[in-house]
């Protein structure tokens, strides 16, 4: 069981929008400004899309965009494309060990 | 433009030891803290260990500590894995990742380890 909870699958049409939540706990999410976010697509390697709970790093699309509220972290895709469909995880710090958690991740669909 | 070359992986019996390495280009290796992480077939993201620039530092998931060692050597922009006692649970893809603002910015390809009899 993953210390963060995702919703095991979200869908979308192209063209609008979709948020895939993270849930945690005072002590990982909500008591750190530490949460990233990674898309997979199959057979590849993880790659960073948000870090810091809402920093966009150089070279993704503005279509991504990070928040946090309480104890949840939330991933927002506007503007869906096919190219988005793939896996989405997130982390965060934690304050005790493992202090790095993620959580089990979510299946993004563009219908 | 940043390179991570994972190699080592491979099949080893339960109990057995295998050494992961890493090449790292691109970036200065030698500043920036180095983590491993591992995907078991068809699951989720799982944070292995990190180390610090100079070594001072290092850090390990549960699943892990006291089986596996995390090194690296600047001057040849290498991170190491050393795993030890080898379980069937630890069978999955081992990926090199450089650490920056808290999150892991770059990753290698992944290696595959696989721990069977």
């Known amino acids: 069981q993953s210390a963060l909870t995702q919703p095991a699958s979200v869908s979308g049409s192209p063209g609008r929008s979709v948020t895939i939540s993270c849930a945690g706990t005072s002590s990982d999410v909500g008591g750190y400004n530490y949460v990233s976010w990674y898309q997979q697509h199959p057979g590849k390697a993880p790659k960073l899309m948000i870090s810091?709970?809402?920093h966009r790093p150089s070279g993704v699309s503005n279509r991504f965009s990070g928040s946090k509220s309480g104890n949840t972290a939330s991933l927002t895709i506007s503007g869906l494309q096919a190219e988005d469909e793939a896996d989405y995880y997130c982390s965060s710090y934690a304050r005790s060990t493992p202090h790095w958690v993620f959580g089990g991740g979510t299946k993004l669909t563009v219908l | 433009e940043v390179h991570l070359v994972e190699s080592g992986g491979g099949l080893v019996q339960p109990g057995g030891s295998l050494r992961l390495s890493c090449g790292a280009s691109?970036?200065?290796?030698?500043?920036?803290?180095m983590s491993w992480v591992r995907q078991a077939p068809g699951k989720g993201l799982e944070w292995v260990a990190n180390i610090k620039p100079d070594e001072s530092e290092k850090h390990y998931g549960d699943s892990v500590k006291g089986r596996f060692t995390v090194s690296r050597d600047n001057a040849k922009n290498s991170l190491y894995l050393q795993m030890n006692s080898l379980r069937a649970e630890d069978t999955a893809v081992y990926y090199c990742a450089r650490s920056w603002n808290s999150s892991w910015c770059d990753w290698g390809q992944g290696t595959l380890v696989t721990v069977s009899s």
């Open positions: 691109g970036f200065t290796f030698s500043t920036h803290w």
């Open positions: 810091n709970v809402s």
